[in-house]
């Protein structure tokens, strides 16, 4: 039973969308705790395979042999269909960060091809002001055919903390960090800490020289903070911040359910912040994806990234087979705009998990499923 719909794509940006000096980056290091600073050792756990591509992985050549001939219609060679949940193995739900206009123009395309939904995490902010992204009623048309839509922070923001790469010295007006996003947006309040002293500050901008990157404060710091201290914005701006998503995302006819982080930053302050507020968290902590079904906390749910550079096809077939096999929700996440997910990355997961016999549901569904909701 496939759903074939005629697509309009509008190419209209909504009034006022006028453009911030906040862009939404592909720097390496987003979401990529591999390449980027992210103090939690156990994200380096996973080996990155970015980079290797003629390792383990089978080769792109392969598969594109296979997928020459289908420019018009890619064809499924098994028209098998996926199954409902009750006469499935298990649930898979797919999520996708950061609304991007790929999360419609790709993603969305070839979910309705296999009659599966979706999950986006939406920054309704960078959705209003950045040409890129989602129109506010391309995600409305995704939520009304039943896909599930999580608060991903109005821009983005990184609500985690980043740690310091020097003392900041009491009248100093710019902090070494190992990452200076924390100065993106001038004016946005910030709090400098370490163990015994915490003090206010504002961004100024942000730079970087010979020492690293830095974050401009616009007035000099009023106590020293030593190195091991970090910058992160104050819990009751994260609280705004995320009220904001949350009201934007409402006030165009959208459910939210829960949350995913940004950056995959998830450790200090906002985690509690987080936590009050949201009762689904998508990516807890890095890497996994197969939550067990025994004592299973939806505020800790975690994935596994299915971009090119994460996992390999046997790697999928191995996720979606032990999906299959224990009592597991599993979830899967990816970027519908990074160069390492494309329609065929894409079509390769989703037709694994029906090959599994595995329900492709949104995590509302899967919960509800549960018991949680
Ligand atoms: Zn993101």
């Known amino acids: 039973m496939q759903r074939r719909k005629l697509l309009s794509v509008t190419g209209i940006t909504l009034a006022g969308g006028a453009a911030t000096a906040y862009r939404l980056s592909r720097r390496p290091s987003d979401d990529d705790p591999d390449s980027s600073r992210v103090d939690d050792s156990q994200n380096d756990a996973k080996p990155d395979v970015s980079g290797d591509e003629g390792g383990d992985e089978r080769t792109d050549s392969d598969d594109r042999t296979n997928s020459d001939d289908d420019d018009e219609q890619p064809q499924r060679d098994d028209e098998k269909s996926p199954p409902s949940i009750e006469d499935s193995e298990g649930m898979v739900v797919f999520t996708y960060d950061d609304s991007h206009i790929k999360d419609y123009t790709l993603t969305y395309r070839v979910h309705q091809e296999y009659d599966v939904p979706g999950c986006i995490a939406a920054c309704p902010g960078t959705m209003l002001e950045q040409d890129d992204f989602l129109d506010p009623e391309h995600l409305l048309e995704m939520h009304e055919d039943g ?13 985690g903390r980043i740690r310091l790469t020097e003392p900041a010295p009491r009248g100093a007006d710019r902090i070494y960090v190992e990452w ?24 100024a901008g942000r730079g970087s020289d010979s020492r690293g990157d830095y974050v401009e404060l616009a007035e000099p710091l009023r106590e020293s903070i030593d190195e091991s201290g970090y910058v992160r914005y104050p819990q009751e701006f994260m609280r705004e911040v995320l009220e904001k998503t949350d009201e934007t995302l409402e006030s ?51 994935r596994l990234y299915i971009e090119t550079d994460k996992s390999t096809e046997r ?43 595995l329900a492709i549901v949104t995590i509302d569904e899967a919960l509800a499923e549960l018991g949680f909701q």
């Open 315 to 357: 790697e999928i077939d191995s996720f979606m087979a032990t999906a299959a096999e224990e009592d597991v929700l599993s979830v899967v996440g990816a970027h519908s705009f990074f160069e390492t997910f494309d329609e065929e990355r894409l079509r390769y997961t989703i037709e694994s998990a029906i090959e599994n016999d």
């Open 180 to 203: 200076n996003e924390h100065g993106a947006i001038e004016d946005d309040p910030l709090v400098v800490f370490d163990e015994d002293s915490r003090v206010s500050a504002s961004a």
């Open 252 to 302: 165009w006819g959208i459910d939210v359910t829960g949350f995913v982080y940004t950056y995959d930053r998830y450790h200090g302050a906002v985690e509690d912040v987080v936590r009050d507020r949201y009762e689904t968290v998508g990516n807890h902590r890095y890497g996994g994806g197969h939550n067990e079904l025994d004592g299973l906390d939806p505020t800790t749910i975690r």
């Open 147 to 159: 896909w599930s839509v999580m608060s991903h922070t109005y821009r983005h923001r990184v609500l």
